[in-house]
């Protein structure tokens, strides 16, 4: 019995010190890069604080792999796999120094995390990685919306399921919520950013309504905005609809995540809206909201964590 009980590994227990130099590290990984989710962060619970910029901090080094211009593809499929695999030897109890995974170490066991979820996200980074394809023109990467869809879920819905675990949630309810709502926030990332995509040679807005609107993939990098408009149009209700979710996602959730989890709706709800209000007009600037105008948000994000 003895020599069976030695032979079982310890798991790795870091100070209370260790923990708080990783937390510091991912919260100034999400302050400097999450542009509009640490907004909703700052209303948390420090506890709950701590556990979305480490998943965030550990999403971002995803994301810096998968699009480093300086390695081959393969390379970098090769390199986030390595990265997963530590994350796995984290999360088993491996000892590590490495303050991202110690951080996504403790928020995994704290809140009970689904090891598969952590490798969605980090496979759902590498979903626009392709090899070129020579003397291949500007195409539509998805058939249909259902397509895109698929997308966005491996891309932001598993953000959601991933974060719902933090806020904390009792209704199965929350689940297909929380990825509708994902759904929702890439949607208005998507809309933003469809010049941007377009000189990097992707195309997100689905195939099937490019046709139907008489909308040429090949044209996004110097688009008819007048043809353009109402494609983007239809896209924004369909946006709208999928925020519809966050409003019956709210009241599932515990009490003390409800602020933050507003914020994050009402941010990229204004954002949506702020499209539309320049007529979908992407091209000639970026859209974004100001800072005093996420600012006002989180005010009134605080005064509901308050109350």
């Known amino acids: 019995m003895s020599a069976v009980a030695e032979s079982i590994p310890t798991r790795y227990a870091p100070t209370a010190s260790q923990l708080a130099m990783a937390a510091s590290v991912c919260r100034g990984i999400a302050r400097s890069a999450a542009k509009n989710f640490y907004y909703g962060f700052m209303v948390l619970p420090r506890r709950k604080q701590n556990a979305l910029c480490a998943v965030y901090a550990f999403m971002r080094r995803c994301d810096d792999i998968t699009d480093d211009p300086g390695l081959p593809l393969n390379e970098r499929r090769e390199k986030l796999a390595a990265w997963i695999a530590a994350v796995h030897r984290a999360v088993e109890g491996v000892a590590t120094d490495e303050p991202v995974l110690l951080a996504l170490a403790d928020a995994q066991q ?63 309810a929350a689940e297909p919520l929380a990825a509708r709502l994902g759904q929702a926030f890439q949607l208005t990332n998507i809309l933003r950013d469809v010049k941007e995509d377009a000189e990097m040679g992707r195309v997100y807005l689905p195939e099937e309504d490019l046709t139907r609107f008489g909308v040429a993939a090949a044209s996004l990098r110097e688009p008819d905005k007048e043809r353009l408009r109402p494609l983007l149009a239809m896209e924004a209700d369909r946006a709208r609809e999928f925020y519809c979710a966050g409003q019956e996602l709210l009241p599932l959730i515990d009490d003390d995540s409800q602020p933050a989890l507003w914020v994050l709706m009402t941010i990229y709800s204004q954002l949506l809206e702020k499209i539309a209000a320049r007529n979908y007009d992407v091209f000639t600037e970026k859209v974004r909201l100001s800072a005093w105008q996420k600012a006002a948000v989180l005010g009134r994000g605080f005064v509901k964590h308050l109350f």
């Open 110 to 172: 704290k809140y009970k995390i689904p090891v598969e979820l952590l490798d969605q996200l980090a496979y759902g980074t590498a979903a626009d990685l392709s090899e070129p394809r020579p003397g291949a023109g500007l195409a539509a990467s998805y058939r249909t919306f259902d397509d895109l869809m698929r997308y966005c879920y491996g891309v932001a819905s598993v953000v959601g399921l991933v974060c719902i675990r933090i806020f904390g949630y009792r209704d199965p």
